[in-house]
Structure formats: C-alpha cells, structure tokens
C-alpha cells in the first residue's frame, strides 16, 4: 500500500524510463539492506540440472546490462535473466520509449535492445562472478540481434554474444521474438530458426565450466501451428527448454485505457495482465506438445501469486515477472516468491 501511494505520487507523474532508472539505482544502492528488509524462507527447485533457490524470477529487460543482480536477487527473486544482450553495444530507440497504461497496470515499450554489448556485460558479469552475492547467483542472460547486423549475419552476430556471455551464464536464451528490432520474430520461423539455435547450442555445449541450458523465447503472437513446431524444433535439437511468452504487438479490445492513449503511445511491446491469458495458452500447449522432455518457463502476465501457483500448475517449471514490479514495488518478488512452492 506503501509503494502504490508512493507511485501514484511520484513515479505516475514521471516519466516512465526515468522512473525505472531511479528505482533501478535505488535498488543498486539498497542492494546490502533489501534481504534483511524482506525476510522469507523460500521452496528451492532443481530445474535444467540448476537449482533455483525459488520458482519465481525475474525476466529479460529490467536489468539489460547486469548492473543490479545482487540487490534484485536480496529482494526475493529467485533468479535474475539479465539482457537482452546484443553482440555489439546500441543505444536503442529515441525515447520516449517506454509508456504506461495504468488503468490496465500494462507497460508498451519500443526500447530496442539498448544495451553495454556483449564484451563489455561479460566484464561485468565476471567481476559479479567473482563475489559472494555472485558466486552462486543464478543468472540467465538473453542474447538477442543486433540492430544494424543483417538477416544473413544474424547466426554469426547471436554466436559472438554466446560465445562471451556463455561462461557467466546459468542457462542462455535466444530472444528471437521481440517486436522492437526489425526484422527479429522473422527468425521465428523453424527454416531461420534451426540453424541459429544448432550454432548457439554448439557454444553452450562448449562452454568453458561446463555444458549451458540453452533455451529459446517465443512471441504470444506465433499461431498455435508455428508454437508447435517451435516446440518440436526444440526437442528435435536437444534444447533444454521454451521461454513463453514475450511481449506482444495486439492492442486488445479489453484494455481499458483510452484508445486515445494507446494509439499515442504506438509501437511496441504490450505487457502486463492483459498478457496472461493468451501466454497461459501457449504454455498449456507447449506442455502438451513436450511432456516432461524440456523445462518451460512462463512469463507474461504474472501479477499476483495466484497467477504464479496458476502458472505452474498449467506446466511451467519457473516462472518470471516484470512489469508487475513496476506498479507493486520492492515487497511484490517476495511475495511471488513465497507463492512458487
């Protein structure tokens, strides 16, 4: 209740990308204090062959460049998916590029990738490895396309972000279904997308410390059709597992925000609860489409604590947030947290 306040005084009148970045440095800065601030005793499970100190975590986007594990993990987040990390460092979209619907606690953003790049997050990420907070931590990292590289690049480009970030990494991810990069949810398409995961699956096999979980992500958007043969793409190539789902290009007719703002906010990411049926869809059909033979993790949509126990009992084996972050504040992962048992 604390933080609602908060937020609707100050951050609601903010703009949102400067928001995130004063609560992004605020949670560095408060990294030492967090756990002792929210105390919980946690069910850890073993997923992928890691063992995760609880079911809920955060996804891809909040901390692209792995500034924040420690602070974000002292808040209850089982594991952290920094990213996305492209090959080469890009500034992103001109802002503004990040718009709330706060009638619908709904967040479309058109950020781009803005990122450090690859060489200089594995930096950091080996400094992080190489502390108590991230020694054991669990990071995923999400490698997605640069923007200026070309379609016919696009294997090599994701190989050289695999091949510096793999041997900070817990699990990997292609990200392969933004809608914010030009020409990205194209590689979606099994044809594109075989020869992208066998040559990033050759570098996480190769790994330095050890074989990495490799995993892909998928758009909502896909047709049930082209999720299944996602799926049976994975399994055929021996990934380790789907992430489902990311954001999306619909604007449904349920949203209750006014049309007048949508439309000004434009192009973009859609997320947020409006988000979780149509992800809660794809993770039923994923789950059936692979048994019990690669790990899902289910993102979109995750709100409260009933969506997570909803979600894992829908199939996930992890589950993951973000912008429920943004509109419930620093208490919201541990009680999520507290949830996935």
């Keep these: 209740m604390v933080y609602r306040a908060f937020f609707a005084a100050v951050f609601s009148s903010m703009d949102p990308e400067k928001a995130h970045e004063r609560g992004f440095a605020a949670i560095r800065v408060g990294r030492f204090v967090t756990r002792l601030a929210f105390p919980q005793t946690y069910a850890p499970r073993t997923v992928m062959g890691i063992e995760f100190p609880n079911a809920f975590g955060l996804a891809a986007g909040f901390d692209k460049n792995a500034k924040a594990v420690p602070g974000l993990l002292a808040l209850g987040f089982g594991h952290v998916e920094i ?29 781009g990738f803005n990122n450090d790049g690859a060489a200089e997050v594995a930096s950091r990420l080996h400094r992080l490895r190489g502390t108590d907070a991230g020694r054991d931590a669990v990071i995923g990292v999400n490698i997605g396309k640069t923007k200026i590289v070309e379609a016919e690049h696009a294997v090599a480009d994701y190989v050289e972000s695999a091949r510096l970030l793999v041997p900070y990494a817990s699990y990997l991810v292609v990200n392969v279904s933004s809608p914010n990069t ?13 020869p992208l995961l066998a040559a990033v699956k050759e570098v996480a096999e190769a790994a330095p410390g050890g074989r990495v979980p490799l995993l892909v992500k998928i758009a909502p958007d896909l047709a049930d059709a082209d999720v299944d043969a996602v799926a049976d793409l994975a399994l055929e190539l021996g990934l380790d597992g789907i992430s489902a789902t990311n954001t999306t290009i619909a604007r449904p007719d349920s949203l209750l925000a006014d049309r007048a703002v949508i439309d000004a906010a434009g192009a973009g990411g859609l997320s947020g609860p409006v988000l979780a049926e149509r992800a809660t869809e794809v993770l039923v059909r994923l789950r059936a489409r692979v048994g019990d033979r690669l ?27 973000y912008t429920g972050f943004i509109y419930q504040g620093p208490a919201w992962p541990s009680r999520l947290a507290a949830a996935a048992t």
């Design 295 to 321: 790990a899902i993790i289910a993102v979109g949509g995750v709100t409260t604590p009933a969506d997570v126990r909803a979600r894992l009992a829908a199939g996930a084996d992890i589950v993951q947030g």
């Design 83 to 111: 990213g996305t990390v492209t090959a080469r460092a890009q500034p992103g979209n001109p802002r503004p590029r990040l718009f709330r619907l706060v009638a619908d606690r709904a967040v479309i953003n058109r950020m």
């Design 182 to 194: 030009p020409g990205l949810r194209d590689l979606q398409a099994v044809a594109e997308l075989r």
